[in-house]
């Protein structure tokens, strides 16, 4: 075997095993993001489930809602995520174990991080939703629709509000 030969199948062998270890990098990484349960979470409720802001100015401000989730199941949870459905919406929630930031709709490649907030059984936690109506900026008006997605470990509990934005 000539220095050429060894030094093909040396490189070879070398590329071979990147490959392979990036492969297995990725692959692991990949293994510890949590997935989301996007069926309906059993025994949770909402109150409200759905608020009707009617007519909402443009320039009147952000307008700021709570809601109740009450955790009617026989066993503690865990809230693992918080997605809005549009940039002019944002959420947080409080419990026992502790308060959430604000987060607000995943774009692109920005997504928003799995968080940890647990929920015990029986327990009751405040959900604090503000939409600003400017921040689609002049021509932002018209009816709206927007829906806030809590990821718990065991499903979604969506809340959901609507209006019209007027001048």
């Known amino acids: 075997m000539n220095n050429e030969t060894k030094f093909i199948i040396g490189s070879a062998v070398v590329t071979l095993g990147l490959i392979v270890g990036l492969t297995f990098f990725i ?3 990949g293994a510890k993001e949590r997935t989301l349960v996007t069926t309906e979470v059993l025994g949770v409720s909402a109150n409200p489930a759905n608020y009707d802001l ?6 009147g401000g952000i307008i700021t809602k709570e809601y109740e989730i009450k955790n009617a199941t026989d066993a503690d949870m865990e809230l693992i995520k918080i ?3 549009c940039m002019c919406t944002t959420a947080s929630v ?13 774009m692109g490649g920005d997504k928003n991080p799995f968080i940890s907030l647990k929920v015990k059984k029986g327990e009751t936690v405040k959900v ?10 002049p021509a932002g008006v018209g009816p709206i629709d927007r829906v806030v997605s809590l990821y718990f470990d065991t499903g979604v509990k969506e809340l959901t509000f609507k209006g019209v934005v007027v001048k």
Request: glycine share 8%; charged share 30%; aromatic share 8%.
């Open 128 to 137: 604090t939703v503000k939409f600003d109506p400017a921040a689609h900026g």
């Open 27 to 29: 692959s692991a990484k």
């Open 83 to 85: 997605v809005t459905s």
């Open 54 to 59: 009617g007519d909402v100015p443009i320039k």
């Open 94 to 106: 409080k419990a026992e174990s502790g308060e959430t930031r604000f987060f607000a709709m995943e």
